[in-house]
Every structure is written in C-alpha cells, then in structure tokens.
C-alpha cells in the first residue's frame, strides 16, 4: 500500500464519526477524491459505521429485563451509598438495605465490603 | 472552560443525588451495551454499569479533566469489565446471549463481529459506534495514539473482509 494511502485510510474512522480536525478531514478528502480505492474503503467504513450503530441499538437497555425504573435503581444506589465520607448514615442504610430488593440485591456485599474498608 | 458534564461531576462530588440520577441517565445504557458486547453475559454487565457509577460516585472529588467525563467513564467501566472477566474468565470467549442480540439483521452482523478478536471488537466499538476521537480512544485503553490509528485501521479491515467473506 502506497503511504499516502495508509496515511488516509488510518485516519478515516475519525472522518467517518466526526472528530478528526479539520486538517485530518482536507487529506482524507483531497486523497479520495483522486483515489477510487479509498473512496471505496472510505465508503465501506460509512456503511460499517451504520451497521454497528443499528446493531448496537437492537442490543437491550440495562434494566430491560428486570423492569425497574432506572430513577428507582438509581435512588437506591445513592441512597445506599450516602454521601461520601458519611459512614454513619450508610452503616444505618445498609441495615435497612433488604427493603431496596430486588433492584440492588446484587451489589450489598459490594457497599458493604467498601464502607467497611474505606 | 467548564462543560455541563464537568458541572455534573462537580455536583457528584457534593453529594447530590439528582446529579447522580443524570449521569446515570445518560450514560448507563452506552455502558451497559459496551460491557455486554465485552462480558457476553446480561447479568455481569448489569454489576459492571452498578460497579463504574459506584466508582464514579466515590470518585467524582478526584477528577480532574485531563479527560472528556465521557472518556473518563469508559476508562472506568473497562477496568470493572477487566475485573468481571478476571472473576469469569471464560466470558469473553462465549457467544452473545440469544435474547441480548436482536433482529434478523443484528443477528447477522454480530455473527461476522463476533469472529474478530475481542481488542477488534473493541476498538471498533469505541471509533465507529462510541465516537470517541483518536485521542480519546488512547485515554480509554492507556495506549499511544499512533497504536489505536494503526490498530483501528487493521480492525477495520479485518471486518470488511470478514463481511464480504473471507476468513
């Protein structure tokens, strides 16, 4: 491969999602423009960058499957951890810890092990 | 000069609940698909998502914004996915859990995704779907800009290859 178009090709994901500089993106487009087998390439990374994202999206949202609204899940993490340096009010919530299933079931060990560490 | 994410943090940092309750908003669902797409288990990548919004709340005071909060938070959730595998290490090897990978044309995709190596997979995530900039991509995984621009390229090309199917 020629280095002009390595040097074009390693920079096009960045083009295709936007965030390579504006001196990034003149290459990419002066070197396509002349190039075909980049412009196909560049091209094929547009396409990827649409089938990924359609895939990603059919992918579940994190509380799909258990059905707990998310302000719900995350009223019981902050409230299980209190604010930072209080142990006293987590010692008190963790006790009281049992109400907040099944949302934050999985992660009393996990508070617990924390506060009894820090 | 401050972004509102950077703003947020602040008020993390604080104590304030809501503030929380928006991080978490925002960003739970693109950590939680990025963690399942690594840990191939619904459950594991549900603890890593509760495990990178502990860390964050517990760590909110420490950031300093030598990164985007965005970049900051998927630094986070890698090591709690490094932990996660560490703890199961045959996850990563596994296919996507049937009821996680979606319609007809998903099913296809990540039949072909899921035949590249899991730092292709990776770094393809982060570039193609994420969008982070090279930059942001080096902060993530800890490695020189160069290395992800040279290794996102061959990823790339892996892909396409494997698409239009080759081995």
Redesign the interface.
Known sequence: MEPAC?EA??????V?????SSEERRLVHRHIAGCGACRR?FV??VV??R??????E??????G?RGVR??D???S???A?G??GIVARTVRLAAELPRARPAFA??IP??AT?RVGS | METAEERLLKRI?A?E?SA??RL??TY??R???YA??RTRD??L???V???T??AA??SA?AYRGDSSVSTWLFGICRHKVADALRRCPQAETRPLPE?????A??IE??GT?DRLTPDDREL??L???Y????Q?VAQVLDVPVGTV??R??HA??R??AL?EGGD
């Open positions: 390595q090709l390693e920079l096009v994901p960045w295709v999602n936007g965030t390579a390439e094929q990374s990827l960058q089938r990924l994202s359609r895939a990603m059919s992918l579940p949202a994190v509380e499957r998310r302000a899940r995350v009223a993490l902050v409230e951890l604010v930072p999985v992660n996990l508070v924390i | 940092a104590g609940s929380m309750e978490h908003a739970a669902d950590l939680f698909r399942l797409l619904r459950q990548a549900e603890d998502v509760q495990e919004m502990l709340w517990r005071s009821a996680a990978v979606g319609d044309s998903a995709f990540w995704f393809l995530l570039a193609f779907h969008g982070f900039s090279q942001e621009k040279s996102t390229f790339r090309r892909l396409q698409m």
